[in-house]
Nanobody, 115 residues
Framework: QVQLVESGGGLVQTGGSLRLSCAAS????????MGWYRQTPGKQRELVAT???????NVADSVKGRFTISRDNAKNTVYLQMNSLKPEDTAVYYC?????????WGQGTQVTVSL
């Protein structure tokens, strides 16, 4: 059973920074994609950034240049460094782990950016 535990959300002022972490445990294939998605009330969950097990990244245009995704394969952990935060980045951020035939989600962590 794969579990994802997220941490690092919170309240920050416009222009501030936060770092999200997501640790995966359980039976995890060495070939996988980990990533972050976000969702606000009434809207669909959207991609923020993903990173493969060999380090290839995909970052949404809305956060490119401000957010950086990275991972530590030895710890099965993915990070999202968020800089120059804007109020429109306010959302619940979800960690995702995708393997062949399976996809798991974390419980979500709230990020709130105040004016």
């Amino acid at each position: 059973q794969v579990q994802l535990v997220e941490s690092g959300g919170g309240l920050v002022q416009t222009g501030g920074s936060l770092r999200l972490s997501c640790a995966a445990s359980g039976s995890i294939s060495s070939i996988n994609v980990m990533g972050w998605y976000r969702q606000t009330p009434g809207k669909q969950r959207e991609l923020v950034a993903t990173i493969t097990s060999v380090g290839s990244t995909n970052v949404a245009d809305s956060v490119k240049g401000r957010f950086t995704i990275s991972r530590d394969n030895a710890k099965n952990t993915v990070y999202l460094q968020m800089n120059s935060l804007k109020p429109e980045d306010t959302a619940v951020y979800y960690c995702n782990l995708r393997m062949v035939g399976d996809s798991k989600w974390g419980q979500g962590t709230q990020v709130t950016v105040s004016l």
